[in-house]
């Protein structure tokens, strides 16, 4: 096995290397350009991966509602590049996607699995959207793994996550009105980093949701941060409204991991106990 890893020095990639060992071969945004096909080539010629991890994407949820050509190209394009190489050399393409690509059932309050109707509410997630449908039309042996918020230490020297924001501001500020109107579940990189190293060596292809276990409101979510980290800090529950971002969120997205659940004998740890873990590293 040759496991290129794309997007290898992200919040995911960064964890995910590691455990594959001397089978991955790690690509950084300098190494590849997914939207350009010349560039996967000449990357892919002397690497010839047998498999291909796409965790590279167009991330920035709000900014995308400005600019959604770029999301577009990076999150839609850049997969259906790597799924015609893959296609035609024969290769696994295992693509990370998002629960963004749901939504749009606003009446929704039951986990939602792999067959439920997609309908993104964003232009993040209708990118995301494209790059899976072009995933799974144009490369046979594929797998699609949908997480949910991601956390991880590369972020924390980075660009940050939800984790890191709460902590900064939890130094700083005494009181914070955060989200309760939406549910979901935040996800460690590591622990899905390890469901995609186990994913990736069968050949049970096809689409996956993959977070940890249960389920919480971002206000449950920071409520826990700070009693984990000791921060006494005053959390009161907010809206989305009020929060007024400018890309519109799920309001649920509770994925159903079942499914790869049985394909792993395992299901990812419950999130409290994830976020207890990376809590407590230094
Ligand atoms: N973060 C979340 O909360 C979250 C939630 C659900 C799903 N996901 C999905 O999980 C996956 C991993 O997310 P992450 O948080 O690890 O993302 P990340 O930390 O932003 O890492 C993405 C990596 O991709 C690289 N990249 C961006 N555009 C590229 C391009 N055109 N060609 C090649 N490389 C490119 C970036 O490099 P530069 O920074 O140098 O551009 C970065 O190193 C993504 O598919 C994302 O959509 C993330």
Not at 104 to 131: F, H, I, N, Q
Not at 223 to 230: C, D, T, Y
Not at 234 to 240: E, G, N, Y
Request: hydrophobic letters at 40%; proline letters at 6%; aromatic letters at 8%.
């Amino acid at each position: 096995m040759r496991i290129a890893v794309i997007g290898a020095f992200g919040q995911l990639g960064s964890d995910l290397v590691p455990l594959l060992g001397e089978r991955a071969i790690p690509f950084g945004h300098a190494d590849i350009e997914i939207t350009d096909p010349t560039s996967i080539t000449t990357a892919f010629a002397t690497a010839r991966p047998t498999h291909v991890i796409n965790c590279a994407a167009y991330n920035l949820v709000d900014r995308a509602e400005d600019e959604p050509e770029v999301a577009h190209r990076v999150n839609g394009l850049g997969p259906s590049h790597l799924a015609n190489w893959c296609a035609a050399h024969e290769a696994t393409l295992l693509h990370v996607s998002t629960d963004y690509v749901f939504g749009a059932d606003v009446t929704r309050c039951t986990p939602l699995d792999e067959t439920a109707p997609t309908g993104p509410v964003s232009v993040y997630g209708a990118s995301k959207l494209a790059g899976e449908l072009a995933v799974r039309s144009l490369c046979p042996r594929h797998f699609i793994v949908r997480t949910c918020g991601l956390y991880g230490q590369r972020a924390a020297r980075g660009k940050g996550n939800f984790v890191e924001t709460m902590l900064r501001l939890g130094r700083e500020r005494p009181e914070l009105r955060i989200v309760a109107n939406q549910r979901c579940t935040p996800t460690s990189t590591v622990d899905l980093a390890a469901a995609l190293a186990s994913l990736i060596e069968t050949n049970a292809f096809g689409t996956y949701h993959a977070t940890n276990a249960g389920n919480c409101s971002w206000f449950e979510f920071a409520s826990e941060i700070f009693r984990l980290a000791n921060l006494a800090v005053k959390v009161t529950p907010s809206t989305a409204a009020e929060y007024a971002a400018k890309a519109r969120r799920p309001d649920y997205s509770v994925l159903d991991c079942d499914k790869l659940g049985e394909v792993l004998g395992r299901p990812l740890p419950p999130w409290q106990e994830a976020l207890a873990r990376y809590i407590a590293q230094p």
